[in-house]
C-alpha cells in the first residue's frame, strides 16, 4: 500500500547533490515534503528541501537522530554510515535502497563477489589487500586496480598495463579487475518498487571523457543491435531482481567486441546515465524512484523521442565563482534543456550541471552535442 | 541582454501559490534563487523558495522592502498593490509584467476599454458604476455584470439573464457584458521577451465546469479548424504586441457560432489553461515566463503530443485536511502526470491540483479525462 506520502510525512534524503537536487522536482508535483542531510552547508538542495540539516553522512548518532525524524530513508550518494541505516530498519523505519544492499553496493569488493555467486557475467577480478598482493599478482595485469570503498567519479580507479606501473596502484583493500577489449559502455536503469514491481528504461551509450573518467555525453537510443538491447535489459532486470531492491538501480554494463555483455558496476540510486529522461521519455528515473520507495504504480519508461545528455564539467585551470560562458547561444538552440546545479564554485572537473537534446535522428543530436561541447565551458569568473 | 540571472541574483514573485510554485521548478533548472511574498505562512511556494516572506501583496511598504531586496520582480497573482509596482520602476528596479499593464488589466473595466481602443474583437458592454446604473441599462441584458477589480477563479461574474435578475448583480464598479453565444472557448498562451521576441503556444479548448465558472478540463489541440486556429493564434500575438509586455500573457477567447474570434479575459501570468505544456510542449508556460523576464532567448513552443489536463478541485461538502481519493488508481495509468500544490487544507471548489493526460489521439485523452474524474476525487478526510 502506499504510503500517505502528501501529508503529514517527511522523505529523508541523505546527501544533497544534484541527484538530491532532482530528486526534489518530482517531489513537489506529489507534494512531499523532504529533509535533507549532507555535510556542506550549500549543498545543491540546501535551499530547496523543506528542511535542511547540515550534518555528517557518516556519524552514526546525526544519522540516527535524523533518520528517527523521517518517515521513509532514501540517498542519493552510497558513502553514508550503513551500520546506522541497518540500526533504523531494526527500529521499523522504512530504508530505500535496503541497508544490507548497499553494503554490498559501496564494496566494490563485495560488489564484484556478488556478481560471481549470483552468475552475473563481469569482468574476471582478484582481490588484493595491499601494493604487496598486487605485486604477488603481477600475472594478472593488465588490470584496472580499484579501491574497495570510498571510489567515486573516477576517483579510486587507475590502470596498471604491466608491472612498471605497479608504484601507481592503491595500497589499500581493493581488487585488480581484468580490462576488457568493449566496443561500447551502457547504462540501463531498472526501478523496482515495494511491491516488487520492475520497469526499466531503454539502454543508454556512454561515451566517456577521455581524461576525466566521467560521461562525457550519451546517446538514447544506444547505437547496438537489438539483441544486444535485449541482452543489456535482460540483465538489469536480473540484477535488480536477485538484489530485490527497491527504488532505481543503474547497471553500467561493457559490450565487449564479441557481443558479449558484462555488468561493470551498479548504483542504488537515481544516476548520471538517466539525467535524460527528465525530459525524454514519460517517467524520469527520479519520478520513479519516487514511485518505487513510496510503494505506487511505477510509470511508463517509454521514450519519447531520441535523446543526448552532455555534462557540463568544471574546465580545467578554473576554480571559484562559476560562469557558464554561452549559456544564452545553448539556451537559443531548439529543444535543449540545461540543467544547472546550484553549485556556486567550479573546481576542474566537478559536475556543475548537465544539457539534454532532444531530436529524431541520432546524426542531429550528435551535431547538437558537438555545438554545445564547442558553445559552453564551465569558467570562474 | 540576460541578467546574470544563476550567481548573486534574486528573482522576487509577488504571490506563492500554485503558479509561483510551478515557476519555481524552472527556476531550479536554472539555479534561479527566489524570494516570494504571500499572505499565507503556508502557501504553497513557503517551503520551496530560497527565502520565503509571509506578508500583504496590498500593503505598499512592504512591497517597496520586499521588491528592494530583489534583482526582478515578477507576479503569480494581478491582485498587488500596483503604486509600489510603479514606485520600484522609478527607482531602477526590472518589474516584469510592467505596472502600467497590471493597472489595466487586473481592472476588467480598463482591460475592456484597452480592447475597444485598440480595436481588439470583444464582446460588447457598458460599464456601470452601482445596481442603480444596472437598472438603468436594463435594455442591455442578458449580459454579465462584471466588478472591476478583484473576481477571480469565477468570482466577481454574475449572469443576469433578465431585469427580475438585477438584485443578484454587484453593487459596485464594474461592467455588463453581453453573453456570447460561443461555440467554445480558447485560450492561447504567448511570451515577449525584454528584447520582443515573441512566441505563442498552440490554441487549447477550455471545456469549463457548469457549476464552478471554473476550467474543467482542457484539451491541445483544440477541436477548431486551421483558421480559427491562426484568427487565434494572430488576435494572441496582436494584444501582447499591442500590449508590448514582457513575460508570459494568456489570452481567453470565445469562438462564436459564426467563427468570429473575440478576445474574453487575459491575465498577465502563466495561467490554469498553460499547466499541459509542463509535458506536452518543449518548453513549459513557465521556463518560458521565466525566459522571456530574464532577457533570454524563447524556448520552441512545439507540441510534441496531444494533451489533456483536468483541475483537481475540491469536492463540495468537503473542508479540512486534504485526502486524494483514487490517486493512486491514476498514477497506475500511462502517461498521466500528477501535479499537486500543495494546499494542506481543501476547500469547495478550491483548485488543489491538476492532471495532465498524454495521447495520440482525442478520442483517447477524453476517455481518460472521464476516468480520471471518475476515479479521484479531493475530499477532506
Redo the contacts between chains.
Keep these: 500500500m502506499?504510503l500517505p506520502f502528501?501529508?503529514d510525512f517527511t522523505l529523508g534524503i541523505l546527501g544533497g547533490g544534484q541527484l538530491g537536487?532532482m530528486l526534489?522536482?518530482p517531489c513537489?508535483?506529489?507534494?512531499v515534503?523532504t529533509a535533507v542531510l549532507d555535510p556542506a552547508a550549500n549543498a545543491p538542495c540546501s535551499?530547496?528541501a523543506?528542511r535542511f540539516q547540515q550534518g555528517s553522512l557518516q556519524d552514526f548518532d546525526t544519522l540516527m537522530a535524523f533518520g528517527r525524524s523521517v518517515d521513509l530513508l532514501t540517498i542519493e550518494i552510497e558513502n553514508v554510515n550503513v551500520d546506522a541505516l541497518y540500526a533504523l530498519q531494526a527500529e521499523g523505519k522504512h530504508v530505500y535502497p535496503q541497508p544490507e544492499l548497499l553494503a554490498i553496493i559501496k564494496d566494490k569488493r563485495l560488489q564484484k563477489n556478488w556478481y560471481r555467486e549470483n552468475k552475473i557475467p563481469t569482468a574476471d577480478f582478484v582481490l588484493v589487500d595491499n601494493l604487496e598482493e598486487i605485486r604477488e599478482k603481477k600475472t594478472f595485469l593488465p588490470a584496472f586496480n580499484k579501491v574497495g570503498v570510498g571510489g567515486y567519479d573516477g576517483g579510486g580507479v587507475v590502470r596498471l598495463n604491466s608491472t612498471a606501473d605497479i608504484d601507481k596502484g592503491f595500497d589499500a583493500p581493493g581488487l585488480l579487475e581484468k580490462t576488457i577489449d568493449f566496443a561500447c559502455e551502457l547504462s540501463v536503469i531498472v526501478a523496482r518498487s515495494t511491491i516488487g514491481e520492475i520497469k526499466s528504461f531503454p539502454a543508454v551509450e556512454c561515451v566517456f571523457h577521455p581524461e576525466h573518467h566521467l560521461v562525457d555525453y550519451l546517446l538514447c537510443p544506444a547505437r547496438v543491435s537489438k539483441e544486444i538491447e535485449n541482452l543489456a535489459q535482460d540483465l538489469a532486470r536480473k540484477v535488480c531482481e536477485k538484489l530485490g531492491i527497491v527504488g532505481v538501480l543503474a547497471v553500467e554494463m561493457f559490450v565487449t567486441k564479441s557481443g558479449e555483455v558484462l555488468v561493470n558496476e551498479i548504483a542504488p540510486r537515481p544516476h548520471n546515465s538517466g539525467h535524460q529522461t527528465i525530459e525524454a521519455n514519460?517517467s524520469s528515473q527520479y519520478s520513479q524512484h519516487l514511485?518505487a520507495i513510496l510503494g505506487?504504480?511505477l510509470?511508463?519508461t517509454t521514450m519519447?523521442?531520441a535523446s543526448a545528455m552532455v555534462n557540463l564539467i568544471g574546465a580545467v585551470g578554473h576554480s571559484g565563482?562559476?560562469?557558464?560562458q554561452g549559456?544564452?547561444e545553448v539556451?537559443?538552440l531548439?529543444?535543449v534543456?540545461?540543467?544547472?546545479?546550484?553549485k556556486?564554485e567550479t573546481r576542474p572537473a566537478r559536475k556543475m550541471g548537465h544539457v539534454t537534446v532532444?531530436a529524431d535522428s541520432q546524426e542531429v543530436l550528435l551535431g547538437k552535442v558537438k555545438l554545445i561541447k564547442q558553445l559552453l565551458s564551465v569558467e570562474a569568473i
Design positions: 502506499a502528501y501529508r537536487r526534489m522536482q513537489i508535483d506529489l507534494n515534503s535551499s530547496l523543506t514519460v514511485r505506487l504504480p510509470g511508463e519519447n523521442q565563482p562559476v560562469l557558464y549559456l544564452d539556451l537559443a531548439s529543444d534543456h540545461v540543467h544547472l546545479y546550484g556556486s532532444l
